[in-house]
């Protein structure tokens, strides 16, 4: 899974991280902005899956996993998010 941070918390954090180093201030500025410039923008994407049904031999439903993720759930009832990644499960009705 890919992780997502903003800019802000990387600078947030180096100026928590070397708040008490001497640092001259003009190469810590510098440094901050090459960071916000170099960090790339990322807007998240939704993930979207789907309920795939397990049967047993009897071709009964025994339950359903997602299709994004793979894991199962520990119920039979079909929700609208996957509990696990948390994508929006296509046609469930809330």
Not at 41 to 53: C, E, F, L, N
Not at 58 to 76: K, R
Request: some cysteine.
């Amino acid at each position: 899974m890919d992780d997502l941070i903003s800019r802000q918390a990387v600078i947030d954090l180096f100026n928590s991280v070397f708040s008490d180093v001497f640092i001259p201030f003009a190469r810590a500025r510098m440094f901050i902005d090459g960071i916000y410039h170099a960090v790339p923008p990322v807007t998240p994407q939704q993930k979207v899956g789907r309920w795939i049904a397990t049967e047993n031999e009897d071709m009964e439903i025994i339950g359903y996993f997602c299709s994004n993720c793979d894991l199962p759930m520990e119920t039979e009832e079909k929700t609208v998010y996957c509990p696990y990644c948390g994508a929006t499960m296509e046609g469930v009705e809330e």
